[in-house]
């Protein structure tokens, strides 16, 4: 069983779509993330979710939405791509201790 | 929020030689610091944890110490191998429950 699962595994898509990725956590965690990689491998925080409370990180542009529909799925709504936005995305969950992550979502906007 | 600088960005050790990663943290606050390991391609896998009560913890060739006062905690890996060839990444959770991530450590074990 996967702990932490996500899809697409890869995306590539052109410059001003509108695309998602969704996770899903059979975990029980009560908290959820999304991570941004870059191609230098830093690991930013984007958003955090926990008990319907959305916390999100002040760089992220607002072209990036998270949507929870539920406390097992955190879900990313990224509209009018753009270049700089290829990375890998990482989805994670926790319950008061470390971060287990998705496999990661690989984004190529050309 | 958290602000975790990691030294260095790239470690080459002999295989067998011992290897150190070095974080600082900002937020005083924070209480629980992980580290994770990402091979090639891979997800951030956590490795050892160490939360802010304790000093020091060890398992097999994995060790990490926590410097509450000086807000540092360092990774210690002993007798390398080459399969310990990854990046790194230590993190701090602060007391809004995120977890920040230091800038990571690609070491490489030379065989």
């Not at chain 1, 899903?24 to 191609?39: I, V």
């Not at chain 2, 007798?79 to 990444?89: C, K, N, R």
Request: aromatic content about 10%; hydrophobic content about 30%; glycine content about 6%.
């Amino acid at each position: 069983d996967t702990a932490v699962s996500q899809t697409p595994k890869y995306l590539v898509t052109q410059m001003g779509n509108d695309k998602s990725i969704k996770c899903e956590q059979n975990l029980g965690h009560d908290t959820m993330y999304w991570y941004k990689q870059d191609s230098k491998k830093f690991l930013k925080i984007m958003f955090s979710y926990n008990n319907k409370e959305l916390i999100i990180n002040e760089t992220v542009p607002n072209r990036f939405s998270p949507k929870s529909p539920d406390k097992a799925h955190l879900n990313l709504h990224i509209n009018s791509l753009e270049l700089g936005d290829s990375a890998v995305y990482f989805c994670a969950s926790s319950q008061d201790r470390d971060a287990f992550f998705g496999q990661g979502t690989r984004l190529t906007v050309v | 929020g958290e602000n975790v600088e990691q030294h260095p960005s790239t470690l080459s050790v002999q295989e067998g030689d011992s290897a150190v990663i070095k974080c600082t943290y900002s937020d005083s606050a924070s209480n629980y610091f992980p580290w994770y390991k990402q091979e090639l391609g891979k997800r951030p896998q956590l490795i050892i944890d160490i939360r802010s009560n304790v000093g020091e913890k060890k398992d097999q060739r994995i060790a990490v110490t926590l410097n509450k006062t000086a807000k540092h905690f360092s990774l210690h890996i002993t007798e390398t191998q080459p399969e310990d060839s990854a990046v790194y990444f230590c993190a701090a959770l602060n007391t809004g429950n995120q977890f920040y991530f230091g800038t990571g450590t690609s070491l490489t074990v030379i065989p």
